[in-house]
């Protein structure tokens, strides 16, 4: 398992009050699992999901849920873009 930190923006960042955290994970895919552990009923509320979010590895959008990770890593979460 890396050591990584995860930034979160946006609804995210608001709905789960926390800007960064650090988390363990092997794959890309982990996080949202590690973050729902973490931050409960928060991350449930905010619809963090990987389908939905727009996600950076290391300031690269990466997409690719096999994506192993090392330690610290930085990853970055967004969410999706409203407007109206």
Request: net charge neutral.
């Amino acid at each position: 398992m890396a050591k990584i930190k995860v930034k979160l923006f946006g609804v995210y960042r608001m709905d789960t009050h926390t800007a960064e955290l650090e988390l363990n994970a092997e794959k890309l895919r982990d996080v949202f699992g590690a973050l729902h552990e973490k931050l409960g009923g928060d991350a449930t509320a905010s619809g963090l999901q990987y389908k939905d979010a727009v996600i950076y590895l290391n300031g690269e959008s990466c997409r690719k849920k096999s994506a192993r990770l090392a330690d610290g890593d930085e990853i970055w979460l967004l969410s999706p873009a409203s407007g109206g």
